[in-house]
């Protein structure tokens, strides 16, 4: 149980999704909100703008771990910061949903977590000029400078 890594690992997928697209086909008619889709339409949602929805996630463009720790973890220093997505998985679209969701997603989260717990085991990681930038794709404009760790 790593809570700290989990909240790390959640805001950096929501900060920059791995799929920033989908698609759907509507197999039915179907009435949502005052829309209308008919049988066959295909449909596109943009995962990027669903996380950066300030309804869901306050102060959308910040990277906040504390978004995604648990209620009673020492780091949740601001409440209103907890996002809705905790609570309910269709707002946090980041590996797709429902009987589409990313086959390897289970699989990406363990690698992911266990590649950082293995750096940060064995390097020191000092981050600098961190900016992020959104042209001509999103992303992050990083230096990393990695030094072994004494044993």
Same mark, same amino acid.
């Given at each position: 149980?790593?809570?700290?890594?989990? =909240?790390?690992? /959640? @805001?950096?997928w929501? &900060? !920059?999704?791995?799929?920033?697209? =989908?698609?759907?086909?509507?197999? %039915? %008619?179907?009435?949502?909100?005052?829309?209308?889709?008919?049988?066959?339409?295909?449909? +596109?949602?943009?995962?990027?703008?669903? $996380? +950066?929805?300030? @309804? /869901?996630?306050?102060? *959308?463009?910040?990277?906040?771990?504390?978004?995604?720790?648990? !209620?009673?973890?020492?780091?949740?220093? !601001?409440? +209103? &910061?907890?996002s809705?997505?905790?609570? #309910?998985?269709?707002?946090? *679209?980041?590996?797709?949903?429902?009987?589409?969701?990313?086959?390897?997603?289970?699989?990406?989260?363990?690698?992911?977590?266990?590649?950082? /717990?293995?750096?940060?085991?064995k390097?020191?990681?000092?981050?600098?000029?961190?900016?992020?930038?959104h042209?001509?794709?999103?992303?992050?404009?990083?230096?990393?400078? $990695? #030094?072994? +760790?004494? @044993?």
């Amino acid at each position: 149980n790593a809570p700290v890594l989990n =909240a790390f690992l /959640t @805001e950096m997928w929501r &900060m !920059d999704p791995p799929a920033a697209r =989908a698609q759907r086909k509507v197999i %039915d %008619d179907v009435d949502f909100n005052g829309f209308h889709a008919k049988k066959g339409v295909v449909l +596109k949602y943009c995962n990027h703008g669903a $996380l +950066k929805n300030e @309804e /869901t996630y306050p102060s *959308p463009y910040e990277f906040n771990i504390q978004r995604f720790l648990p !209620d009673n973890h020492p780091l949740l220093l !601001d409440p +209103k &910061m907890r996002s809705n997505a905790n609570k #309910t998985p269709a707002l946090y *679209p980041v590996f797709g949903g429902g009987s589409r969701i990313c086959v390897g997603n289970h699989f990406a989260k363990l690698n992911m977590r266990l590649f950082l /717990t293995r750096l940060l085991q064995k390097y020191n990681l000092e981050v600098r000029n961190s900016v992020k930038v959104h042209a001509p794709i999103c992303g992050w404009q990083n230096e990393f400078n $990695l #030094t072994p +760790k004494q @044993e």
